[in-house]
């Protein structure tokens, strides 16, 4: 009985000890997300969200790496002003940009995933896992704002796909990988650091 207690303490510190990690995650999103500048042929700013949430996945596996995403989005649409360029609400999730959002949870989702089924030990294990998750943030984002182009300009879907991978992912492919090489970096020298 006794060692049951003492499992049931165990498992529930594990869980608080996930849970304030998921937060701290979040609130590195909504820093990240202050650091941003637009390039001026596109709606879409360059910010370190992205790295951000691969740091996530990486650091907390797929369901928490997820998890400390979906609270940031929780926060966005509560109205407190944690997107980039401090924006917040239902507009946040209606403009250019909305797609990369949800594309945050699902990519922090597919770097852990990924990184998990490779072995979660290697520079390489987490570098493949950090641009799925890349692809996944991009996918995600790539049909928004293509979308989004549709409806504004009132073309057909299919004449804004060039435009969306022209605005929304084609520039922003090297400076993505480059901030998935820091975020695997940073996994790994933090899990040396923690050995024993």
């Given at each position: 009985?006794?060692?049951?207690?003492?499992?049931?303490?165990?498992?529930?510190?594990?869980?608080?000890?996930?849970?304030?990690?998921?937060?701290?995650?979040?609130?590195?999103?909504?820093a990240c997300?202050?650091?941003?500048?637009?390039?001026?042929?596109?709606p879409?700013?360059v910010?370190?969200?992205?790295f951000?949430?691969?740091?996530?996945?990486?650091?907390?596996?797929?369901?928490?790496?997820?998890?400390s995403?979906?609270q940031?989005?929780?926060?966005?649409a509560?109205?407190?002003?944690?997107?980039?360029e401090?924006k917040?609400?239902?507009?946040?999730?209606?403009?250019p940009?909305?797609?990369?959002l949800?594309g945050f949870?699902?990519?922090?989702f597919?770097?852990?995933?990924?990184?998990e089924?490779?072995?979660?030990?290697?520079?390489?294990?987490?570098?493949?896992?950090?641009v799925?998750?890349?692809?996944?943030?991009?996918?995600?984002?790539?049909?928004?704002?293509?979308?989004?182009?549709?409806f504004t300009?009132g073309?057909?879907?299919?004449?804004?796909?060039?435009?969306?991978?022209?605005?929304?992912?084609?520039p922003?492919?090297?400076?993505?990988v480059?901030?998935?090489?820091?975020?695997s970096?940073?996994?790994?020298?933090?899990?040396?650091?923690?050995?024993?």
């Amino acid at each position: 009985m006794e060692s049951f207690g003492n499992q049931a303490a165990i498992s529930g510190n594990s869980i608080r000890i996930r849970v304030l990690t998921a937060f701290f995650f979040t609130a590195v999103t909504v820093a990240c997300a202050q650091v941003s500048f637009r390039l001026w042929f596109t709606p879409v700013p360059v910010t370190l969200q992205v790295f951000a949430a691969l740091l996530a996945g990486l650091a907390l596996g797929s369901k928490w790496g997820a998890i400390s995403q979906l609270q940031y989005l929780m926060l966005g649409a509560m109205g407190l002003p944690v997107f980039a360029e401090f924006k917040a609400g239902a507009m946040a999730f209606a403009g250019p940009t909305a797609g990369y959002l949800l594309g945050f949870a699902a990519g922090a989702f597919a770097a852990g995933w990924v990184f998990e089924r490779l072995g979660g030990r290697s520079f390489f294990a987490a570098l493949v896992g950090g641009v799925v998750g890349i692809a996944a943030i991009h996918f995600f984002g790539f049909l928004w704002v293509a979308t989004w182009l549709s409806f504004t300009a009132g073309k057909p879907l299919a004449a804004c796909l060039t435009s969306a991978w022209l605005i929304g992912t084609a520039p922003f492919i090297g400076v993505d990988v480059l901030k998935a090489i820091v975020a695997s970096g940073l996994v790994l020298g933090g899990r040396t650091l923690h050995k024993p």
